[in-house]
């Protein structure tokens, strides 16, 4: 990967951490302007249940975004180096999901196969991993796999990210401890070797958000197709 790129997208200029701070803050917002506070109710037909499936299935996702996002800002604008990796990494994996989601559900519409629809938000909204549990998640890594795809680099970015998420070098040592000469003087703190956020995180924030707002924007172009099929293919007979 060339050094004016990263994930696959143009670096145009180097940014300070207190633009790129900006510019993150812009993008949650840009999130969190989407969000609401309710729904309201609905009749109990197998067509409007699976068009609030995408309701809910998009608020969840947008929220999680923009509420891991903020926390892993603020960590990023402390210098505390390893949560702003976790929550970032968490960010990534949930931008994972959404374009994940969204590219079976492009198929799926395609198609008016509904049953798969409502398969692939079930999975999505109550999957855990739980054997007592009788619906399955989507698989991170699987989804991460896909939209690495699409924007080459993500998997690598996302591996290192990991390495924040356990107690080894990159989520130990290597950010709580600097280390003079060669009779190991060691001096302790979140960032004692005064680490850049950018290159180490946060610039990957900026660029999951980025690809996170954009994919909503896709999923909104694809939602009159979506409710188009639904009236077409699906049932608004009120279950009895």
């Not at 302007?33 to 037909?45: A, F, M, P, Q, Y």
């Not at 949560?83 to 590219?103: D, F």
């Not at 950010?175 to 070797?193: A, C, L, M």
């Amino acid at each position: 990967m060339s050094a004016n790129t990263k994930l696959g997208f143009a670096m145009a200029e180097e940014r300070t951490n207190q633009q790129l701070s900006s510019e993150i803050r812009d993008l949650i917002r840009s999130l969190q302007i989407k969000l609401v506070s309710h729904l309201d109710g609905i009749e109990n037909t197998a067509q409007q249940r699976l068009l609030r499936l995408y309701d809910v299935w998009r608020q969840v996702i947008l929220r999680r975004t923009a509420d891991t996002a903020d926390g892993a800002l603020s960590f990023f604008e402390q210098q505390r180096l390893v949560p702003a990796c976790i929550l970032t990494r968490s960010v990534v994996e949930t931008t994972a999901v959404q374009y994940y989601v969204y590219k079976k559900l492009t198929l799926h519409t395609g198609k008016a196969d509904h049953q798969s629809i409502h398969k692939l938000f079930m999975s999505a909204i109550f999957g855990r991993k739980d054997q007592e549990w009788r619906q399955s998640p989507i698989q991170v890594l699987t989804a991460i796999d896909h939209l690495d795809k699409q924007f080459p680099g993500f998997r690598s970015e996302y591996d290192r990210l990991c390495e924040y998420a356990h107690p080894n070098l990159g989520g130990g040592y290597g950010t709580y401890v600097r280390r003079e000469g060669d009779n190991f003087v060691s001096y302790f703190g979140n960032n004692p070797q005064g680490l850049e956020m950018g290159p180490w995180g946060q610039m990957e924030l900026s660029i999951a958000l980025t690809v996170a707002n954009e994919i909503d924007h896709q999923l909104c172009l694809l939602h009159p197709q979506l409710v188009s099929m639904a009236e077409q293919h699906v049932s608004n007979t009120p279950s009895k």
